[in-house]
């Protein structure tokens, strides 16, 4: 089981003293990631849905944001 730690744009923001233009992101989302990518304003992502039946997805950033 997985537990929600906290939304996209949250958890960019804590990492922004510690990320650099090589860091990459793999976070573990569920049913309101597009909501959260137009809140965060992320425009280089890949998501890979892990189910198709099933609202989680793998949300995939590289580089600084």
């Known amino acids: 089981t997985s ?3 906290t939304n996209t744009k949250l958890l960019l923001e804590l990492t922004t003293s510690i990320s650099s233009s090589s860091t990459s992101y793999l976070f573990y989302k569920g049913s309101m990631l597009e909501s959260e990518l137009e809140e965060a304003k992320i425009n280089r992502y890949q998501i890979f849905k892990r189910d198709e039946n ?9 580089g600084q944001i």
């Not at 099933?54 to 590289?62: M, P, Q, S």
């Open 3 to 5: 537990r929600a730690v």
């Open 54 to 62: 099933e609202d989680r997805n793998y949300l995939y950033i590289k």
